[in-house]
């Protein structure tokens, strides 16, 4: 059984550029929360998808958008990048049966650096 | 917002018993508690979770008061690895988790 996996580990783009950032889910859960973490605080909720539909969504703008695809996989995209979207971002996958239901296992995350 | 409180910080001596509280005064009847760790630039752990019976499994153990508003986790034996930043967080299954600012623990050798 393969972990949540996370890709690009580090990235740095300009004020303005796009990015994308890419989450494999954990085997057999279909469900992938995104979050941002400044430093220094928690992580705050972006959105999350749910057999490729969006299933919640966070306190953030719609330059923060997002994918999920067939095989549960997800995309986080950002727009219009400003200095603020520096942080970690993590995604989780859950599933949805048995007791351990909706537990949330958390990916690596990808640092992103506006510069 | 988190519907959570825990204190910024707790200092334990390693292999002494690490109890980290958390109050949850408005936790609605069908709310868990769960617990997270994150090590320093990792992904957050899951530890436990639990409804209103105390749960406990190889990691740690969750005590939940009756009146389910507050509640202590409990690493019967804390390491030098589990110094990390602990979050406790309240939700309905399957929605999402609103974190706090979490714990920040330091276990001492």
């Given at each position: ?16 550029q ?34 490729e ?63 | ?21 958390c ?31 105390n ?55």
């Amino acid at each position: 059984e393969t972990g949540v996996t996370q890709s690009p580990t580090h990235l740095i783009k300009t004020r303005g550029q796009q990015v994308t950032l890419r989450c494999s889910s954990q085997s057999g859960h279909n469900t992938v929360s995104w979050y941002q973490q400044a430093l220094g605080q928690g992580p705050q909720f972006i959105f999350q998808y749910y057999r490729e539909e969006e299933n919640g969504r966070g306190n953030f703008p719609p330059r923060f958008s997002g994918l999920q695809f067939p095989n549960y996989s997800s995309e986080l995209n950002v727009n219009a990048l400003e200095l603020d979207d520096s942080a970690l971002y993590l995604c989780a996958s859950s599933g949805t049966s048995g007791w351990n239901a909706y537990e949330q296992y958390f990916g690596p995350g990808t640092r992103l650096t506006v510069t | 917002d988190a519907k959570t409180t825990q204190p910024t910080s707790m200092d334990c001596a390693e292999g002494r018993a690490a109890n980290l509280p958390c109050n949850h005064s408005t936790i609605s009847g069908n709310e868990y508690v769960y617990w997270y760790r994150q090590i320093h630039s990792q992904g957050p752990q899951y530890i436990i979770h639990g409804l209103k019976n105390n749960e406990t499994n190889e990691m740690a153990s969750l005590i939940i008061t009756e009146d389910r508003k507050s509640s202590t986790l409990i690493l019967p034996h804390a390491t030098l690895r589990d110094t990390a930043v602990y979050y406790c967080i309240v939700r309905v299954g399957g929605d999402d988790m609103r974190f706090g600012a979490g714990t920040r623990l330091t276990v001492k050798p």
